[in-house]
């Protein structure tokens, strides 16, 4: 018979065993197994010419954005992140390819008609996910072209997102400030009456349409530089269109508009592991407040802007949460390329500035081979799976689409990309030891603490914008550790140093 002193050790055995059975899992990370429907949904949510200081969990004192901040305070804030270019199209294409913009001549700042940028037989980050079985969309900004050339915006265009990986699609062709100022969905113009065509050049203006510089009366916002062709909403743009009245985006309801696409897509797919591309327009000109936002800053419709993207951010990660699928979600997010004030209107972005530092204290801005060119905000997010924590890592965007496939166990091409998952992850604080940026077609080197921009003709600022370019006919050296703000040029001081990184410059360019 078993005595009383037994049967409270099994007991106690027992209870240990359950104990044990029950531990806590939520901090251990680790690659999705199993069933598609264990895999962890991936989110990358990217703003449009968001500067480094431009958020308060970076820095800035001027304006608050607790709902970004509420990302990089429970997941990873790197501190060294990267786009691979300082300026929107470049970028989305290392973004979604997994290669630098630098070895693609066509891979600038597009036009609103310009042909597809990826082609349809290119590796992307979408097609990556789909092998692992990822349900996969794109809403919002796409800028990296259309069709193969003279777009017929009445029929379905093709080749698009959807050629390239993306199940669904539903964008704006290019930019806020370019026409056609539509949207288009899996190819096709939302809500246009097929007795009213668009038509759409970039070259010459359609007879008897106005014009910023036609009817300037026409305006609600004067145009600063370039955006003086056809006038939509009252706001001047770059290039001519005629017709597809009804088709047209209401400016002010755009943010709005995208967010509500989001949001349907988690519900329609929350079943299923989906990979969400959403690209807002924020603070990219003309900045168009909804006016909830308007006046909200102090600083004008920019400060407004990025208001309204925390807004937005905060109300799609309520989705996430309510659809039960926020703990089963990693979300990254990230800016296209450093800040710019003046970019082609008279907003009040310089004049109502104040002491906010868009640039969060490094040099340069949009357009610009210095740091507050391509070094943006970069956060990544898993609640439950992502310690909090910051990160000096050296890592960039082009990077996703290694870390990415790595992660949800594909093989995919080689690439400029590295896995860098476990840095993303938090696990590791080992980052690149080297990444290539650009601007404008021109390119440097970040290798440790250091950056090279090798000597190029062209003016040391962008008159139209106000931003240094980073160009000199002198080779230029910093020391990024000591010197963030890059005032103290090392060439002549550290030779051998200089003579280091051009070789290693010009062997990664090989």
Same mark, same amino acid.
């Given at each position: 018979?078993?005595?009383?002193?037994?049967?409270?050790?099994?007991?106690?055995?027992?209870?240990?065993?359950?104990?044990?059975?029950?531990? %806590?899992?939520?901090?251990?990370?680790?690659?999705?197994?199993?069933?598609?429907?264990?895999?962890?949904?991936? *989110?990358?949510?990217?703003?449009?010419?968001?500067?480094?200081?431009?958020?308060?969990?970076?820095?800035?004192?001027?304006?608050?954005? @607790?709902?970004?901040?509420?990302?990089?305070?429970?997941?990873?804030?790197?501190?060294?992140?990267?786009?691979?270019?300082?300026?929107?199209?470049?970028?989305?294409? !290392?973004?979604?390819?997994?290669?630098?913009?630098? /070895?693609?001549?066509?891979?600038?700042?597009?036009?609103?008609?310009? @042909?597809?940028?990826? +082609?349809?037989?290119?590796?992307?980050?979408?097609?990556?996910?789909?092998?692992?079985?990822?349900?996969?969309? =794109?809403?919002? #900004?796409?800028?990296?072209?259309?069709?193969?050339?003279?777009?017929?915006?009445? %029929?379905?265009?093709?080749?698009?997102?959807?050629?390239?990986?993306?199940?669904?699609?539903?964008?704006?062709?290019? $930019?806020?400030?370019?026409? @056609?100022?539509?949207?288009?969905?899996?190819?096709? *113009?939302?809500?246009?009456?097929?007795?009213?065509? =668009?038509?759409?050049?970039?070259?010459?203006?359609?007879?008897?349409?106005?014009?910023?510089?036609?009817?300037?009366?026409?305006?609600?916002?004067?145009?600063?530089?370039?955006?003086?062709?056809?006038?939509?909403?009252?706001? @001047?743009?770059?290039?001519?269109?005629?017709?597809?009245?009804?088709?047209?985006?209401?400016?002010?309801?755009?943010?709005?508009?995208?967010?509500?696409?989001?949001? !349907?897509?988690?519900?329609?797919?929350?079943?299923?592991?989906?990979?969400?591309?959403?690209?807002?327009?924020?603070?990219?000109?003309?900045?168009?407040?909804?006016?909830?936002?308007?006046?909200?800053?102090?600083?004008?419709?920019?400060?407004?802007? =990025?208001?309204?993207?925390?807004?937005?951010?905060?109300?799609?990660?309520?989705?996430?949460?309510?659809?039960?699928?926020?703990?089963?979600?990693?979300?990254?997010?990230?800016?296209?390329?450093?800040?710019?004030?003046? %970019?082609?209107?008279?907003?009040? !972005?310089?004049?109502?500035?104040?002491?906010?530092?868009?640039?969060?204290?490094?040099?340069?801005? #949009?357009?610009?081979?210095?740091? !507050?060119?391509?070094?943006?905000?970069?956060?990544?997010?898993?609640?439950?799976?992502? $310690?909090?924590?910051?990160?000096?890592?050296?890592?960039?965007?082009?990077?996703?689409?290694?870390?990415?496939?790595?992660? *949800?166990?594909?093989?995919?091409?080689?690439?400029?990309?590295?896995?860098?998952?476990?840095?993303?992850?938090?696990?590791?604080? #080992?980052?690149?030891?080297?990444?290539?940026?650009?601007?404008?077609? /021109?390119?440097?080197?970040?290798?440790?603490?250091?950056?090279?921009?090798?000597?190029?003709?062209?003016?040391?600022?962008?008159?139209?914008?106000? =931003?240094?370019?980073?160009? +000199?006919?002198?080779?230029?050296?910093?020391?990024?550790?000591?010197?963030?703000?890059?005032?103290?040029?090392?060439?002549?001081?550290?030779?051998?140093?200089? &003579?280091?990184?051009?070789?290693?410059? &010009?062997?990664?360019? #090989?």
């Amino acid at each position: 018979m078993i005595n009383f002193k037994t049967n409270y050790l099994l007991l106690l055995t027992f209870l240990m065993l359950i104990n044990l059975g029950c531990k %806590d899992s939520s901090k251990d990370v680790a690659k999705p197994t199993g069933t598609t429907k264990e895999k962890p949904n991936i *989110v990358v949510i990217y703003m449009d010419d968001l500067g480094y200081g431009d958020l308060s969990s970076y820095g800035a004192t001027e304006i608050e954005t @607790p709902n970004i901040d509420a990302l990089a305070n429970g997941g990873v804030k790197f501190t060294n992140a990267y786009a691979t270019s300082a300026t929107c199209t470049p970028s989305r294409y !290392a973004l979604l390819t997994g290669e630098y913009p630098w /070895r693609n001549e066509r891979a600038r700042i597009l036009a609103g008609d310009a @042909p597809l940028l990826i +082609s349809p037989q290119q590796q992307t980050l979408p097609k990556l996910l789909s092998k692992a079985g990822y349900q996969t969309a =794109i809403i919002g #900004k796409w800028h990296l072209g259309l069709g193969e050339g003279d777009v017929n915006w009445n %029929d379905t265009i093709k080749p698009g997102p959807n050629e390239v990986g993306f199940d669904e699609s539903y964008i704006m062709a290019a $930019t806020q400030d370019r026409v @056609p100022t539509v949207y288009i969905e899996n190819g096709n *113009v939302v809500g246009l009456d097929k007795n009213d065509p =668009i038509q759409v050049s970039y070259k010459k203006n359609f007879e008897g349409e106005p014009t910023a510089k036609s009817n300037p009366e026409m305006l609600t916002l004067k145009w600063h530089h370039g955006h003086n062709n056809s006038i939509v909403n009252g706001m @001047p743009r770059i290039g001519f269109m005629k017709g597809g009245e009804a088709a047209k985006w209401k400016d002010i309801d755009m943010a709005d508009h995208f967010l509500q696409k989001a949001q !349907a897509y988690v519900k329609r797919h929350k079943k299923e592991p989906f990979f969400l591309y959403y690209a807002m327009q924020q603070p990219h000109v003309p900045r168009t407040p909804h006016p909830r936002f308007a006046g909200k800053s102090g600083m004008g419709p920019r400060g407004d802007v =990025i208001l309204e993207a925390d807004w937005c951010i905060g109300e799609f990660v309520k989705t996430l949460e309510d659809e039960g699928v926020l703990e089963n979600t990693l979300i990254i997010f990230s800016s296209d390329n450093g800040p710019v004030l003046n %970019d082609g209107y008279y907003d009040d !972005a310089v004049e109502k500035l104040g002491d906010h530092d868009p640039k969060g204290g490094l040099r340069g801005g #949009k357009y610009s081979l210095f740091e !507050a060119g391509t070094r943006v905000p970069f956060i990544t997010y898993w609640k439950g799976k992502i $310690t909090p924590g910051v990160s000096d890592a050296i890592v960039s965007q082009v990077d996703l689409s290694a870390s990415l496939a790595d992660f *949800v166990e594909v093989e995919g091409n080689k690439t400029d990309s590295q896995n860098l998952m476990s840095t993303f992850l938090g696990k590791s604080k #080992k980052g690149r030891d080297h990444v290539i940026i650009e601007a404008n077609s /021109r390119t440097a080197l970040r290798s440790g603490d250091w950056l090279m921009i090798p000597p190029y003709k062209g003016n040391a600022v962008n008159q139209n914008v106000g =931003i240094e370019t980073g160009i +000199s006919s002198e080779y230029q050296l910093y020391n990024l550790k000591d010197d963030r703000s890059q005032q103290n040029n090392l060439a002549e001081e550290e030779p051998s140093k200089l &003579e280091e990184l051009v070789n290693l410059y &010009e062997n990664l360019l #090989k």
